[in-house]
């Protein structure tokens, strides 16, 4: 079992930056890989990038692919999304998610564990 939990979210101008965290309990973090999603109001859940969990293999959106990156501290049991040139499209709740197994997948039923999810908010 694993639990999630998000924050770093916030209310960003255009073009700034923000660095969501997600916590993980568990003594088994290391095993498993895991993602950032995230859903806009209306809309469906959305992969976004996602890490082995070695922390040698990622793969991402091409939507935030440039802008975004996705890291890992096994040691502290969190993994991290920077996000720079933040834009207004980019507003959504953001969820990280775990999946057991070696493979990195962007389909969100492949996704084991999910947290609650922090909100993301980019002014024009």
């Given amino acids: 079992q694993v639990q999630l939990v998000e924050s770093g979210g916030g209310l960003v101008q ?3 930056s923000l660095r969501l965290s997600c916590a993980a309990s568990g003594r088994t973090f290391g095993s498993y890989a895991m ?6 109001p209306g809309k ?3 992969f976004v990038v996602a890490i082995s969990w ?12 440039g802008r ?3 890291s890992r501290d096994n040691a502290k049991n969190t993994v991290y999304l ?9 507003t959504a709740v953001y ?3 775990a999946r057991g197994g070696t493979r ?7 996704y084991d564990y999910w947290g609650q999810g922090t909100q993301v908010t980019v002014s024009s």
């Fill in 14 to 16: 255009a073009g700034g």
């Fill in 95 to 97: 969820l990280c998610a």
């Fill in 82 to 90: 920077q996000m720079n040139s933040l834009k207004p499209e980019d």
């Fill in 44 to 46: 469906e859940r959305e």
């Fill in 35 to 40: 993602g950032w999603f995230r859903q806009a």
């Fill in 68 to 70: 975004f990156t996705i």
């Fill in 104 to 110: 990195l997948r962007v389909e969100v039923r492949e």
């Fill in 54 to 65: 070695t922390g040698d293999s990622t793969t991402i959106a091409n939507s935030v692919k």
